[in-house]
């Protein structure tokens, strides 16, 4: 918003979305001063939305935010590996020794 008039002034400035008045800013201003005026908005609903702001129109697309994914469990993932290292290894001792007495026994 500027104040090009010679006497300082304040304006209700409304952010209408889809003719509702979503916001609004009191601006004081001086004469010949400027100020930008920012709304931060945020929408449910992935959607196309109209704006209004004094007259100036224009949209914005509301994008649909993932859901973050889920934490990993690193107790679980190495517990698993462990239990299948240690199954390996007994299965592996099993054999060897049950291999080890056939060859006793066959001699």
């Known amino acids: 918003m500027e104040?090009?008039?010679?006497?300082?002034s304040t304006h209700t400035v409304e952010l209408a979305i889809n003719d509702v008045v979503?916001?609004?800013?009191?601006?004081?201003l001086a004469p010949g001063n400027e100020e930008t005026v920012v709304f931060i908005v945020t929408r449910?609903?992935?959607a196309t939305y109209g704006?209004?702001?004094?007259g100036?129109?224009?949209a914005f697309v509301a994008k649909a935010v993932p859901p973050p994914p889920p934490?990993?469990?690193?107790?679980?993932?190495?517990?698993?590996?462990?239990?299948?290292?240690?199954?390996?290894?007994?299965?592996f001792s099993v054999i060897r020794r049950r291999r080890a007495a056939w060859?006793?026994?066959?001699r």
């Open 71 to 91: 934490p990993v469990n690193w107790w679980l993932i190495v517990g698993i590996i462990a239990v299948v290292i240690v199954t390996g290894l007994v299965v």
């Open 56 to 58: 100036f129109t224009g």
């Open 44 to 46: 449910d609903l992935a």
């Open 103 to 106: 060859d006793e026994h066959r």
């Open 3 to 8: 104040n090009i008039g010679d006497v300082g």
């Open 22 to 28: 979503a916001k609004t800013r009191d601006i004081t």
């Open 51 to 54: 704006v209004d702001i004094a």
